[in-house]
Nanobody, 116 residues
Framework: QVRLVESGGGLVQPGGSLRLSCAAS????????MSWYRQAPGKERELVAF????????NYADSVKGRFTISRDNAKNTVYLQMNDLQPEDTAVYSC?????????WGQGTQVTVSS
């Protein structure tokens, strides 16, 4: 079955960096556009970034442009989110996601907390 497993979250000070990973299994990874979402307490889930199958196409939320970079390694079935210059407003649960034929698949999420 489809599995998406995120890792790399944690507590970081403002201005710090983290790299999130999402390991995918149970489907053919390389042709699929992969996405990172986040949800902060009391807020709606937000699309952070996505990357197309070949990695040539990326798109970012305005709030993270210039600070976050999405990438993928199709040989490892993994998508990454490099997050630099993190700010308290980036605090959220970050989840990776992949589209299925009938449903969208989600990982369990990883908590990112930015605080001094």
């Amino acid at each position: 079955q489809v599995r998406l497993v995120e890792s790399g979250g944690g507590l970081v000070q403002p201005g710090g960096s983290l790299r999130l990973s999402c390991a995918a299994s149970g489907f053919t990874f390389s042709p699929v556009t992969m996405s990172w979402y986040r949800q902060a307490p009391g807020k709606e889930r937000e699309l952070v970034a996505f990357i197309t199958s070949a990695g040539g196409g990326t798109n970012y939320a305005d709030s993270v442009k210039g600070r976050f970079t999405i990438s993928r390694d199709n040989a490892k079935n993994t998508v990454y989110l490099q997050m630099n210059d993190l700010q308290p407003e980036d605090t959220a649960v970050y989840s990776c996601s992949a589209p299925g034929r009938l449903v969208r698949y989600w990982g369990q999420g990883t908590q990112v907390t930015v605080s001094s």
